[in-house]
């Protein structure tokens, strides 16, 4: 045997040995983030549950025990999670770190119907299983297949729980969900966003990132959403999705039907919603009405 051949046999042999240990590095992250989770559920009386919706299975998180008022089903949707690692490298896993819109769920009013609904491939290395391929937390995203998975969800929480209608509230990308899920159904209540991707198209130009190829755009979908109640809360001092995002989103709608943006002063994407939340989830002042009269967007002060 030559030394060269040596060489290689044992560069093989090194891979060979320490390629799963590789893999289970790079999956534990997102088992512990998927245990946090859990555990921020539990304490909380919230217990975890799996739906299968067409061609995804979902995580979804519910009250353990039934809430009194079920009329209404309010259905908070996660944000993309961690879908790239570096500027130039997806994550193998887009299960989120900090999950905001669980934090926000397990803060909504204690007497009123809610669930919390993950995106696909999210949680419990659901990544790793098919259909899940990156292309779904990168450029497909917000695709049909997508779109229709998440509204299978909804679909089976409402029926779970007996509501008669539905209240959408998505954070960041879970923002583009619940406005996309809202342009095709009639019994949503209404249409909250935290920090949402309302118009990618906006979002990429402003980042000089390639565009959502294969995904589905909210602001195209103004047309089914005219007649629908909303709210988007936008950090002032939000750099990821800044508030030039719901206001290219705004201007898509007609003067009078224009829906009602909030910029938030001292809060950017993350801080500080979840400290915050029960206040700014009421409704004050008419300030959830669709109809804003071509008023000019709000800047509030937490």
């Not at 999950?99 to 397990?106: E, G, N």
Request: net charge positive; proline share 8%; glycine share 8%.
């Amino acid at each position: 045997m030559t030394q060269k051949y040596r060489w290689r046999s044992l560069g093989l042999s090194m891979l060979l040995v320490f390629l799963p240990a590789f893999t289970a590095c790079s999956i534990l992250p997102s088992l512990d983030y998927s245990r946090r989770a859990d555990e921020l559920a539990d304490a909380a009386g919230w217990r975890k549950q799996r739906i299968t919706a067409g061609y995804f299975d979902l995580s979804s998180y519910v009250p353990g025990t039934p809430r009194p008022e079920r009329r209404i089903l309010t259905v908070y949707i996660e944000g993309d999670g961690r879908a790239w690692l570096s500027t130039y490298r997806i994550s193998s896993d887009p299960t989120p770190r900090n999950p905001v819109a669980l934090k926000l769920a397990l803060r909504h009013p204690p007497e009123q119907a809610a669930a919390y609904l993950a995106r696909p491939c999210q949680y419990h290395g659901r990544a790793d299983r098919a259909p899940c391929r990156p292309e779904y937390w990168s450029g497909k995203r917000f695709a049909p297949e997508v779109i229709a998975a998440s509204q299978t969800a909804v679909d089976e929480l409402k029926h779970r729980i007996g509501a008669d209608r539905v209240t959408l509230i998505g954070f960041s990308g879970g923002g583009a969900v619940a406005a996309l899920l809202a342009a095709e159904r009639r019994d949503v209540a209404e249409l909250i966003t935290v920090a949402g991707n309302l118009d990618h198209r906006a979002f990429s130009e402003h980042h000089s990132v390639t565009p959502l190829r294969g995904s589905l755009n909210p602001a195209d979908a103004w047309r089914g959403l005219r007649h629908t109640p909303q709210r988007h809360l936008v950090g002032g001092s939000d750099r990821i999705v800044p508030p030039l995002v719901a206001h290219a989103y705004r201007r898509r709608f007609p003067e009078g039907q224009r829906p009602v943006v909030r910029i938030i002063e001292g809060f950017d994407h993350h801080c500080c919603w979840e400290e915050h939340w029960p206040g700014l989830l009421e409704r004050q002042d008419g300030r959830a009405r669709q109809r804003s009269s071509g008023a000019s967007p709000r800047t509030d002060k937490a």
